[in-house]
């Protein structure tokens, strides 16, 4: 089965600095990762995917790194903001379904 | 454009009733996917369909819960009878699915369900 794993359950950094966001995985046969992002009251946002044939993915602000030798996924924020305050979720599909953790709350001091 | 729509916002109602959530995927989507989110447990997938067909309800809890899809546009997940342990938040999720290719998918806002 897939579990995913953490660092840190939380994290806090001051406005304007980079955020980085790590992420472990169990299973070697996951091929595609999804970074979600929930803020309170919501449902979790699409911010970024990465298939199991790329090693880094750049979007507005966020790149999502992929090291499949360790199963190890991060997202880097840049110049992180008071909006960026949520909890982050990295979910490896396998099989079609989505394999959540328990998250990691990334608070953003002003 | 209209993202997944699930409704009620909010559910309070006594143990023992019947509870039905509803949710509209993002239209063209042909997966829907139906998770609940607890502190305890997370983020956890109950079922989901392709191309309104259940394919996996490995995730349900038990036989009160129970979910349909009877058409592209629509799908219900129901528990009868309703517990207090099935306080939760629950989500609908939908995606298109190529058959070949992973896509992300697209989460509703949620139903928050208390059961008192």
């Known amino acids: 089965g897939e579990s995913v794993g953490l660092h840190l359950p939380t994290l806090s950094v001051q406005e304007g600095d980079n955020s980085i966001i790590n992420c472990a995985y169990s299973n070697s046969a996951s091929d595609y990762f999804i970074w979600y992002k929930q803020e309170s009251g919501k449902g979790p946002q699409f911010i970024i995917d990465?298939?199991?044939?790329?090693d880094k993915r750049q979007g507005q602000r966020v790149t999502v790194l992929l090291n499949k030798t360790v199963k190890h996924l991060s997202l880097q924020i840049a110049a992180t903001q008071p909006g960026d305050s949520a909890v982050y979720f990295c979910?490896?599909?396998?099989?079609?379904?989505?394999?959540f953790g328990q998250g990691t709350e990334l608070s953003v001091k002003p | 454009d209209a993202g997944v729509i699930q409704s009620p916002r909010h559910e309070v109602t006594e143990m023992g009733q019947e509870v039905t959530l509803r949710c509209k995927p993002i239209?063209?989507?042909?997966?829907l996917f139906w998770y609940r989110q607890t502190m305890m447990r997370g983020l956890e997938l109950l079922i989901y369909f392709n191309n309104n067909v259940p394919i996996d309800d490995s995730g349900m809890p038990e036989d009160r819960f129970s979910a349909k899809m009877p058409n592209a546009s629509f799908s219900t997940l129901k528990i009868q009878p309703s517990e207090p342990r099935d306080s939760a938040v629950y989500f609908c999720?939908?995606?298109?699915?190529?058959?070949?290719?992973?896509?992300?998918?697209?989460f509703g806002d949620g139903t928050r369900l208390s059961i008192l």
């Open positions: 999720a939908s995606s298109p699915w190529t058959g070949w290719s992973n896509q992300p998918q697209h």
């Open positions: 239209s063209g989507h042909n997966s």
């Open positions: 990465i298939r199991s044939n790329m």
């Open positions: 979910a490896p599909n396998q099989g079609g379904k989505l394999i």
